[in-house]
């Protein structure tokens, strides 16, 4: 787990154009200790995590290496309270079938291509309906 949290911590410090100094500054620690977290040689506090993925704007789950998914929608409770048996049956679906990690990764590209492929299987079965 620490070797994926290595490279997801330089990838984001990259993707963002920190240098190493400016995130030691920002997480108020030496310059040294942030590049062990960097190279595997020291593991941060579990504050310094929290620090991190604010910093990023991803969750800690996807630092650590526990998701793909750098920053889940927070639903709340009642939310998620809201959603029917059919609804979660389908989400249920989508997660043991492995399509909804897949679209996890790149959620509102792939949800896009999957509106436009639904519309057009849908307009298929409402013109074999007219058929019929």
């Known amino acids: 787990m620490m070797l994926i949290f290595q490279e997801r911590l330089k990838g984001l410090r ?3 154009e920190f240098k190493q100094e400016e995130m030691a500054k ?3 620690i030496s310059t040294s200790a942030y590049g062990y977290y960097e190279q595997g040689r020291n ?6 995590i929290k ?5 990023f704007n991803v969750s800690t789950d996807y630092l650590l290496g526990l998701t793909n998914v750098k920053n ?3 639903l709340s409770a009642d939310e998620l309270n809201h959603l029917t048996y ?4 389908s989400i ?3 997660k043991q079938s492995k399509l909804l990690e897949e679209i996890s990764i790149a959620p509102k590209t792939d949800l896009h291509r999957l509106e436009r492929l639904w519309h057009f299987i849908k307009n ?3 013109m074999e309906k007219e058929q019929k």
């Open 14 to 16: 990259e993707e963002y």
């Open 26 to 28: 920002k997480l108020n």
């Open 43 to 48: 593991e941060p506090s579990l504050e310094t």
């Open 51 to 55: 620090e991190i993925s604010a910093t």
């Open 72 to 74: 889940s929608a927070n």
């Open 86 to 89: 059919e609804e979660l049956d």
């Open 92 to 94: 249920n679906f989508l």
């Open 124 to 126: 298929e079965l409402d």
